[in-house]
């Protein structure tokens, strides 16, 4: 495929932030589209989206570094990788973006879908993945300052299921978001969506997981399904002066303030508790060792996000003191495709297990479900409602 013309331009998040999209035309008359998404919750080692700001990243990527790349021949992934580098200094957004766009139009001009072009092995198959979605919201996801309503200070209360195929584990997933809102109904608790389409409602920790509890056993007898509940802590958001510090109601004790040695304990409580199999970012982004010490305690999946950053510098500290048994992908955080799949394979190598993720504000680019795909990885975590979370689910679909 030979790059005939490659233009930066402006689109909105699901935020309705304005971001970046990358199309490239071809000499075949092809067109490719890509587009990054955005955190909220970021993590303090993430790589910038703009190194500079938006405009100034499309304005120089129009006038000086579209010429550098027309012309190119990209024939596969690492083409993709080659042009990468070009592009590190202006950020993760613009980076994805183009590399997103070439592997649209390599697909599209290839007629194969994006994990073939993505499978650097070439190896043709078919991909189970799961799925875990988001049933309830807190903290930064629900738009509000924490501490001056009542929320969840838990960012995202998930379920996944093992059903036999995807489309069963989706709709499973659906159930228990619609039986959480007829719980909130029957409550009369007034109810929201936050950025990921968690329900966001006046409740406490504690009162989030009581009804996800309950929706989650309303949907097993339907289904007769085993359905697991997970959380995301992201609890960097709630760390201050070496305290976690919960606002609503965490335990049955009246305590707010949790020291680290008390957050570990918390946290082994809850996975007891709750039957937890999945515990993302319990402790500070900085704090490899309470990773560690939990990890070595359950065989509970503890998730690395704030913690690796995607980045295999990161992951090979964690790996070298036993922090967390798994990590989430997300390319932005690292921003490279290149680099993204360099922690993949460190990952498999070490045996964690890796979640592609989607992030708070999100465009409707599918290429991370194709991403989970090509890499054959275990898991997805995607909402479960809205079209920037349905169109990587329906990816998933059609593969
Ligand atoms: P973000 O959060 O996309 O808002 O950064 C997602 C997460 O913490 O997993
Ligand atoms: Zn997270």
Redesign the pocket.
């Known amino acids: 495929m030979i790059i005939k013309n490659i233009n930066a331009r402006t689109i909105l998040n699901s935020h309705a932030d304005l971001t970046v999209e990358v199309v490239v035309k071809t000499e075949k008359g092809i067109k490719g589209m890509g587009s990054a998404?955005?955190?909220?919750?970021?993590?303090k080692h993430?790589v910038k989206n703009f190194f500079k700001n938006r405009v100034k990243t499309i304005k120089e990527f129009n006038f000086f570094l579209k010429r550098k790349l027309i012309g190119r021949h990209v024939e596969s992934l690492k083409d993709v990788f080659m042009i990468e580098e070009a592009l590190l200094p202006f950020g993760a957004g613009i980076t994805l973006s183009t590399s997103y766009a070439l592997i649209d139009a390599l697909s599209r001009e290839n007629d194969v879908p994006k994990w073939k072009i993505l499978n650097p092995e070439k190896r043709f198959f078919k991909h189970k993945i799961t799925p875990i979605s988001k049933i309830i919201g807190g903290s930064?996801?629900s738009g509000y300052p924490q501490g001056k309503l009542i929320l969840p200070d838990i960012?995202?209360f998930l379920v996944f299921n093992k059903a036999r195929n995807l489309e069963k584990k989706i709709i499973i997933n659906k159930e228990v978001h619609n039986a959480l809102k007829e719980e909130l109904i029957k409550n009369k608790i007034v109810s929201g969506v936050d950025?990921?389409g968690g329900w966001i409602a006046p409740i406490s920790n504690v009162e989030a997981f009581k009804l996800l509890e309950k929706a989650v056993a309303k949907v097993k007898a339907n289904y007769k399904e085993k359905i697991f509940i997970g959380v995301?802590i992201?609890s960097s958001n709630f760390y201050k002066n070496e305290r976690y510090v919960y606002y609503t109601k965490i335990s049955e004790k009246e305590k707010q303030k949790y020291n680290t040695e008390e957050q570990y304990e918390l946290i082994k409580t809850l996975i007891k508790k709750y039957k937890l199999k999945y515990v993302?970012?319990p402790f500070n982004e900085e704090d490899f060792m309470s990773h560690a010490k939990l990890t070595k305690k359950t065989s509970t999946m503890i998730i690395g996000?704030?913690l690796f950053v995607t980045d295999p510098e990161r992951l090979k500290r964690g790996i070298e003191v036993k922090a967390c048994n798994s990590i989430?992908i997300?390319p932005n955080q690292i921003g490279s495709l290149k680099k993204t799949f360099e922690t993949i394979k460190i990952a498999k190598k070490y045996k964690y297990i890796s979640v592609i993720?989607?992030?708070?504000?999100e465009t409707n680019d599918d290429t991370i479900a194709h991403i989970g795909l090509a890499q054959k990885l275990p898991f997805i975590?995607i909402g479960i409602i809205n079209g920037e979370r349905v169109s990587k689910l329906n990816a998933l679909l059609r593969n």
């Open positions: 998404p955005k955190g909220t919750s970021t993590g993430e930064v996801h960012q995202e950025y990921e995301d992201a993302e970012d996000d704030d989430i997300k993720s989607h992030r708070s504000k975590k």
